[in-house]
Structures are given as C-alpha cells and as structure tokens.
C-alpha cells in the first residue's frame, strides 16, 4: 500500500542554522512531491515541490531532493529563522490527484 | 494573492445534527477536494471533485458524506448525521488544472461534535 513517513517528530534548530526534514515513502508510482507547511491553526501553506524526473530543486531559501532509488524526500531550509517554527508536512502524489501526506515534523527554531 | 477562504471557522454541533462545511475555492481553479485533519494527526484525503462529479474518494467518504458545487463559486461539504469521531479540521483544497499538481489550502474548518 502507499504510506508516507518521517524520520523526526521534531527538530530543534538554532537561528541562523540550517535545517533538513527528512521523508520516507513506500510507492515507486509516486510521480510528485509536495513539502507544506503548517502553522498552528492555519491551512497548510505551499513550500515547494518536485516532479519525479528531477532531483533537485530550489526556491527562496529553500531545497528539495529527491531520492527515486531509495524513495527518500528532504527539505532543506536556509539560514532557520524564527518564523519558521512550524509543523512541516511532505505529500506525494500517485495515480489519481489526491495527495497522501506524511505525519509531519515540527521544526523548533532556538534564539 | 487569491486564496481559499472556509466558513465558519469553527463549528459545535451535537451528535446525530448535520453539517455544512463551506468553501469558496480559488477561482479558476478546476480541481476541488476535501481534506481533514484529527488532532495530533497526518492530513487525510477525503474527496476530489472536477467537472461537477466525484474524481475520487476515500474510504472515510462514506454514505454520510456529500460533496456539492450549488453554484460558480462555492463547494460544499455535506455530513448528514455527525459521529463524535467526525471531530477533527476539515480542509478544502484547490488547484488549477490539467498539469498543475500544487493544492491550495484553504485556513480550515474546525468541527467539534459532542
């Protein structure tokens, strides 16, 4: 069956450090990836994400890598800053739309 | 920026009442779902709608379930008899089309049922 997962369950960072998130998924189908980010009592708000025939992608401060071979998915933050303390989500993608999420890893950013 | 707005923000009702979850997804948008989120949990699918039908379901979305677009601009979440299991934040979720798989999540719905 298709089941996402994640390595941490929280992750403290100083500010100013890099951070990675790292996830696990079972379903060799998977052709999308999708990190969000969700802080408390809000929607889960886009990162970034990455089609299957990449395996690198970058936004502002942030990166993605995907690895096929061993169905492994991290996000890379830049330079942690405070306001991104948050619940981090990754999501694939399989056959049809919906998206399967991962159970999330709260990020802790220490001053 | 558009984005997905829900209403309300928070819903009581008691056991056994039905619900009406409301949500006016990004216009232009072409595909439609519904998500939900119990407590301490993962997100978990329920529902994707495009072209006024049912795309795709979960096996939560049971006979209790409905999913509605009464007009251009609403999409509706429907439980007609609330379990206190229902309790959890329901979200509502678009995108664009054919091509684009990047979901748009709306703030959330919290429903408590006692």
């Known amino acids: 069956g298709e089941s996402v997962g994640l390595h941490l369950p929280t992750l403290s960072v100083q500010e100013g450090d890099n951070s990675i998130i790292n996830c696990a998924y079972s379903n060799s189908a998977s052709d999308y990836f999708i990190w969000y980010k969700q802080e408390s009592g809000k929607g889960p708000q886009f990162i970034i994400d990455i089609r299957s025939n990449m395996d690198k992608r970058q936004g502002q401060r942030v990166t993605v890598l995907l690895n096929k071979t061993v169905k492994h998915l991290s996000l890379q933050i830049a330079a942690t800053q405070p306001g991104d303390s948050a619940v981090y989500f990754c999501a694939l993608k399989a056959a049809g739309n919906k998206l399967t999420f991962g159970g999330g890893t709260r990020v802790l950013v220490k001053p | 920026e558009p984005e997905v707005t829900q209403t309300p923000s928070h819903q009581v009702t008691q056991m056994g009442q039905e619900v009406i979850l409301r949500c006016v997804p990004i216009s232009n948008h072409l595909y439609f779902y519904w998500y939900r989120q119990i407590l301490g949990q993962k997100v978990e699918f329920l529902v994707s709608?495009?072209?006024?039908?049912?795309?795709?379901k979960s096996e939560i979305f049971d006979d209790q379930f409905s999913v509605e677009r009464p007009d251009g601009s609403n999409f509706t979440l429907k439980i007609r008899s609330t379990k206190l299991e229902d309790s959890a934040m329901y979200f509502c979720?678009?995108?664009?089309?054919?091509?684009?798989?990047?979901?748009?999540f709306g703030p959330g719905t919290r429903l408590t049922v006692t």
């Open positions: 709608f495009y072209n006024n039908e049912i795309s795709e």
């Open positions: 979720a678009s995108r664009p089309g054919q091509g684009i798989y990047e979901q748009y």
